[in-house]
């Protein structure tokens, strides 16, 4: 240290706390990217393989030809239905959409957002006591971004909710 500085006093060692995450700017929409694009991937090239081979297949007749398109359809739409799960936050609330339903929920609805290790994927808690699959925030392919999606999920819940304040 030079002459001119004053000595620096020593602090106490303190634990680190750690910071809680920024929360998104809403509305937010959370979903299984890589899950999504494959699924749509697959879903695309097995209609398009499906309909050439209807196609060039010389003994077959129209109907067997609709037929085949048709079993493309029908498997590329369950392939597009797998794909439709997110979670939507935006001020007022949340919207779930899972495979087939389509739920509305207001900040105060939700209680507590639940990933635990080994769930499939969040649970919300509400407030009449029951618990709310949110098929949009799932960890198998992308568990880290699963995680941070949770979290950021509880944290609005948590500040714009009554949502529960625990780790």
């Not at 001119?4 to 809403?26: G, K």
């Not at 129209?62 to 085949?68: P, W, Y």
Request: charged fraction near 15%; glycine fraction near 6%; charge should be positive.
């Amino acid at each position: 240290m030079s002459a001119d500085q004053p000595p620096v006093p020593a602090t106490p060692a303190t634990p680190a706390t750690p910071v809680p995450p920024a929360l998104p700017a809403l509305p937010v929409t959370f979903r299984p990217t890589r899950t999504r694009v494959v699924l749509l991937g697959v879903g695309a090239a097995m209609f398009a393989t499906i309909t050439v081979v209807a196609l060039m297949l010389e003994r077959l007749t129209t109907g067997e030809r609709i037929s085949f398109v048709f079993v493309a359809v029908l498997l590329s739409s369950v392939l597009v239905l797998l794909s439709r799960p997110k979670v939507v936050a935006d001020e007022s609330g949340v919207t779930v959409v899972n495979l087939t339903t389509t739920r509305r929920l207001e900040w105060a609805e939700i209680l507590r957002v639940n990933l635990r290790q080994g769930d499939p994927w969040v649970f919300l808690d509400l407030s009449d006591g029951t618990s709310l699959p949110a098929l949009g925030i799932q960890p198998g392919v992308a568990r880290n971004q699963a995680i941070a999606d949770a979290r950021a999920l509880r944290g609005l819940a948590e500040t714009r909710g009554t949502g529960s304040r625990e780790n």
